[in-house]
């Protein structure tokens, strides 16, 4: 679950565009140098596995985090697509990601691909439409068909199994997509 980074969509909100990819690339490059560390490096990883290891999935104990696959994703987006695109696609993959798995994982449902479920998919359409709802009405962002385009578009995207990992690849596609809206 990764709303602890709903952080990223609101900084990136109300700071300039620039300060915004400043500090996300800052981030970035720490998170992943931790979790390289954790990976690599003994001490860290039984460290970082006494304090974190109940957040991580089982995959992750030999691969890069979730956290760190959604902060390169972010910022990717970032550095594509103007302010208004990046706060929706990232708010849409951090809040639908985090009710996709609390949905997806307590509620039994029919399963869709790769551990996918429809609760999960479900989970993430709703919560990213609340998200949508939210951006709305705040200044300077987009108008609501780009912005429901972009609800669809990222619920397909987190439900396919795509080649890359879906925290990084969601935020990405989903700009690509309002982008042309």
């Given at each position: 679950?990764?709303?602890?980074?709903?952080?990223?969509?609101?900084?990136?909100?109300?700071?300039?565009?620039?300060?915004?990819?400043?500090?996300?690339?800052?981030?970035?490059?720490?998170?992943?140098?931790?979790?390289?560390?954790?990976?690599?490096?003994?001490?860290?990883?039984?460290?970082?596995?006494?304090?974190?290891?109940?957040?991580?999935?089982?995959?992750?104990?030999?691969?890069?985090?979730?956290?760190?696959?959604?902060?390169?994703?972010?910022?990717?987006?970032?550095?594509?697509?103007?302010?208004?695109?990046?706060?929706?696609?990232?708010?849409?993959?951090?809040?639908?990601?985090?009710?996709?798995?609390?949905?997806?994982?307590?509620?039994?449902?029919?399963?869709?691909?790769?551990?996918?479920?429809?609760?999960?998919?479900?989970?993430?359409?709703?919560?990213?439409?609340?998200?949508?709802?939210?951006?709305?009405?705040?200044?300077?962002?987009?108008?609501?068909?780009?912005?429901?385009?972009?609800?669809?578009a990222a619920s397909v995207f987190e439900?396919?199994?795509?080649?890359?990992?879906?925290?990084?690849?969601?935020?990405?596609?989903?700009?690509?997509?309002?982008?042309?809206?």
């Open positions: 679950m990764n709303l602890w980074a709903i952080f990223i969509p609101m900084i990136y909100y109300v700071l300039p565009q620039r300060s915004g990819r400043l500090i996300l690339l800052a981030i970035c490059i720490v998170v992943v140098t931790v979790d390289f560390l954790r990976l690599h490096v003994d001490g860290v990883k039984e460290g970082f596995i006494l304090f974190f290891g109940s957040f991580l999935r089982r995959h992750e104990f030999t691969r890069l985090s979730g956290a760190t696959y959604l902060l390169l994703g972010c910022l990717v987006t970032s550095l594509l697509f103007g302010k208004p695109i990046v706060v929706a696609a990232c708010a849409y993959s951090i809040v639908g990601d985090t009710f996709a798995a609390i949905l997806g994982q307590n509620i039994k449902s029919p399963k869709l691909f790769r551990g996918k479920t429809l609760m999960g998919s479900l989970g993430f359409l709703l919560a990213s439409l609340a998200a949508a709802a939210v951006i709305y009405y705040l200044p300077d962002t987009l108008p609501m068909k780009p912005l429901i385009i972009g609800v669809i439900s396919l199994p795509l080649p890359l990992n879906d925290n990084f690849a969601v935020p990405i596609l989903t700009g690509l997509v309002m982008y042309f809206f």
